[in-house]
Structure formats: C-alpha cells, structure tokens
C-alpha cells in the first residue's frame, strides 16, 4: 500500500494552461506539504496544511492555491502555467507540525512547452 | 538563503568502502534530519538527530551532530551499489517551523 501517492506522475501541458495536482496519504498523519524541487534537485518547501488548516505559504505566486478537503487530501491547483514552473512537485505529509519526520510521494514531474 | 549545505556535492566510492557526507547551517537549529532520495523516488528519512543529541545510530548509519560547528556527518558503513542515490540534510527550528532541505550529496557505490 502506498503510503503518500499522488498524481499524476507525469505531466506535459503547454505555457497558459491550468493543471491540478493530487495528493493523498493513509497514514493519518495531520500535517501535509508541497515542495517543488528544481532540475538542480533544490528542494523549497511551497504550502503546508494541518488538519486542512494552512500553516505554512511560502513566497509562491498566488496562480498556485492549494486546496485540503480533508486532513488525509492536499491538492495543487496551478493557474497560468509559465516555463519557469517546470520542476517535479513532491508532496509529504508527518503525524505533526514542523519537527517530525516526512513521508514523501514519488513526485510529479511537472513539464511545461 | 539555503540553510543546510552538504559536501561534497558528489562522491564515487566502490563497494564496500565507507562513505562520509557532511552538511554544514548557519543558523540554530532544534533538529536535524537525513533523507535519502533514489532516482525517479521521493525522499525517504533515514535518521533525526536532536540539537542536544552528538551522535546517533541506524544500522550501518552513524550521524554526529556538532551544533558549535552548525555542522553534521552522515556515514554510511559497507557501503553497497543499492546505496547509490542523493543524500539531503534537514533542518528545522522548532515547532511549527518548516524544514529546510540543503542541495544534496549524490553519492555513487561502483560494485
């Protein structure tokens, strides 16, 4: 049973486009994330929700909104897409806020012509 | 900038040898974490490492933490081809705070 799985694994749209990103884990957990990691493997934390709460919006463009239906579900909506957006978004989730080990999916590949 | 700052950015060691990472922060810390991350694979959290913890073990892991030197070490002992993958540093600075992720070692296990 994958424990964070998100979908899909592989997306290619063109510049202008919007897209949705899903995610979600059976772990229980409480808290869950976006990060986007960079073609350098630079990993930057973008949102953060617990108990579908956000927590955490890092300086990301407001054509990102993330959505948390539920404490085990945690979306990306991406208006506008730019090329600059390229990258693979992961997302994670712990049992807790901020100090506890993170559980991630296996990413989504995000490319953008 | 970027919190955790690991060296070297790339190591190829053969089989068997024992590999040492170190990653380097430059503010005070509550935690610090490693992740591995295989190619095409999310990160996987290998150990978590207290700010009032020196050393700390997981099978063939041993992670040190040096908080007056805002330094760690990851080695990897007997290492195996299996072993090859990108090795990130963590840290955060407390509850409610986010993680911060350095740019990663890529480490190579030539069998």
């Known amino acids: 049973d994958t424990a964070v799985s998100q979908t899909p694994k592989y997306l290619v749209t063109q510049m202008g486009n919007d897209k949705s990103i899903k995610c979600e884990q059976n772990?229980?957990?409480?808290?869950m994330y976006w990060y986007k990691q960079d073609s350098k493997k630079f990993l930057k934390i973008m949102f953060s929700y617990n108990n579908k709460e956000l927590i955490i919006n890092e300086t990301v463009p407001n054509r990102f909104s993330p959505k948390s239906p539920d404490k085990a579900h945690l979306n990306l909506h991406i208006n506008s897409l730019e090329l600059g957006d390229s990258a693979v978004y992961f997302c994670?989730?712990?049992?807790?806020?901020?100090?506890?080990?993170?559980?991630f999916g296996d990413g989504t590949r995000l490319s953008i012509l | 900038s970027q919190q955790g700052e690991e060296d070297p950015q790339a190591l190829s060691i053969q089989e068997g040898e024992n590999a040492t990472m170190n990653c380097s922060y430059k503010t005070s810390i509550n935690n610090l974490q490693w992740y591995r991350q295989n190619s095409g694979r999310g990160l996987v959290h290998l150990i978590l490492?207290?700010?009032?913890?020196r050393e700390k073990h997981s099978g063939r892991l041993r992670v040190t933490l040096d908080t007056s030197k805002k330094s760690s070490s990851l080695l990897i002992t007997a290492s195996r081809a299996a072993d090859t993958a990108s090795y990130f540093c963590?840290?955060?600075?407390?509850?409610?705070?986010?993680?911060?992720f350095g740019k990663g070692i890529t480490l190579s296990v030539r069998p």
């Open positions: 963590a840290t955060d600075a407390g509850a409610n705070s986010k993680l911060t």
């Open positions: 490492i207290r700010s009032n913890e």
């Open positions: 994670a989730s712990s049992p807790g806020q901020g100090t506890q080990p993170q559980h």
């Open positions: 772990l229980g957990h409480d808290t």
